[in-house]
């Protein structure tokens, strides 16, 4: 949980670098409060969770955004790999294997290694341990 509240807190830092953890923990948790809401919309037939799913994906779309240029800039690709995804069929499944992919040991061009030892240490983020 601390991953994912970490990414909506740096909702719109674009720049730097997000390990695998940190994007895969946060997709997780996002996919989970879709799920129980899209159940609840089903088990009372309301159109109110339904609403709220709208709602939710309208919140969180600038910090799934971000955290996705950010895990990309770990593989020292540019943010702008993201717009692969639009490709009918294999631009998500690029995408997947870019997010899948180990990011880069020591500093790129977008910052340090997040789990290098001298990393640097932002209040409110985990540590890289």
Not at 41 to 52: A, D, E, Q, R, Y
Not at 108 to 111: I, T
């Given at each position: 949980m601390q991953w994912?509240?970490?990414?909506?807190?740096?909702?719109?830092?674009f720049s730097g670098r997000a390990r695998r953890t940190e994007y895969w923990m946060?997709?997780?948790?996002?996919?989970?409060?879709?799920?129980?809401?899209?159940?609840?919309?089903?088990?009372?037939?309301?159109?109110?969770?339904?609403?709220?799913i709208?709602?939710?994906?309208?919140?969180?779309?600038?910090?799934s955004l971000a955290v996705v240029i950010r895990r990309l800039h770990d593989t020292n690709k540019s943010g702008w790999w993201w717009l692969i995804s639009l490709v009918p069929f294999v631009g998500g499944i690029v995408l997947l294997v870019f997010e899948c992919l180990p990011g880069d040991q020591g500093p790129?061009?977008?910052?340090p290694d997040p789990k290098g030892a001298l990393?640097?240490?932002y209040p409110g983020y985990p540590t890289p341990y």
């Open positions: 994912y509240l970490a990414a909506l807190k740096n909702y719109v830092g946060y997709t997780l948790v996002s996919v989970i409060i879709v799920f129980v809401l899209f159940l609840l919309t089903v088990i009372t037939h309301s159109g109110f969770f339904l609403i709220l709208w709602l939710y994906a309208l919140g969180t779309l600038l910090p790129n061009q977008y910052g990393a640097p240490s």
